[in-house]
């Protein structure tokens, strides 16, 4: 028997002020992966060549991360979860999974709250999204303060050596070919400023750990275990207070996991499906 390759689609949503750009690969249930400050819609593509023989992937550019677009001033991830929404029902894609990363967790923590119990299982890939690690339980909470001083100054090493933090040393060292690729995803993105795209998401992290459970979805974490950009550590202190909240952490790995070991995090996400669906 000749092999077939999933079907594949790609288009445009059309928002008030930006264009979304999506591409739709397989078939079954939807899954929406959410990419991070450092990609777009490409950075998924070791999930998507996993998962597209047995549910539809939408993998996305946000607004302002190419080939989308987003308004002059720059985007505003006050807008990230309407996307989201709009995403979903021009595909009438119904009820979905999300598999969120880094920035990607504002997109997924904002429109499962917007839709209570419409995302059927929600993966915070190194992230805690738009819930605020200064609300998380003790002992993490304490760990804060020492944490933010020590990854400040590696991020800062991994600059001067030429090193992108969202990737980190693991990747470039161990595996140069993946970090060049994560680098020349990185590189597409042009035309606002990241560093202040970064200071909005800050300020909109703010929800407390517990005002999740309104959204009614079943939460995995993976936090990634030398992650210099999100605490790694987060998770552990918010997961008590958020109903049917697992934490899985990815160890080896930089702010990336999902790129940087997408055998392991595919297995991890996988997992978690299934056991939702039980």
Known sequence: MSFAAPPRRAGWIERPDARIRYEAT???PAIVFAHGLGGCLFSWWQQVAHFATRYTCVAFSHRGFFPSTAPADGPDPAQYAGD?????????????????QSMGGWSGVEYALMRPGRVKALVLAATTGSLDPRQMREPERSRLSAWSKSSAEARSDLLARNILPASGARMAEEQPALAQIYQHIYGLTQGFDREALRTRLHA???RAPAAFAAAQTPVLFVPSEEDVVIPPFAPA?????????RVSP?????????????????????????????
């Open 84 to 100: 989201v929404a709009a995403l979903v029902d021009e595909l009438d894609l119904g009820d979905i999974r999300m598999v969120c």
């Open 204 to 206: 909109a992290r703010n």
């Open 26 to 28: 397989g078939q079954g």
């Open 250 to 278: 990815l160890p080896e790995a930089g702010h990336s996991g999902h790129f940087e070991h997408a055998a392991a995090f595919n297995a991890k996400v996988e997992a978690f499906f299934a056991e939702i669906a039980a």
């Open 237 to 245: 202190g918010m997961a008590p207070d958020i109903p049917g909240a």
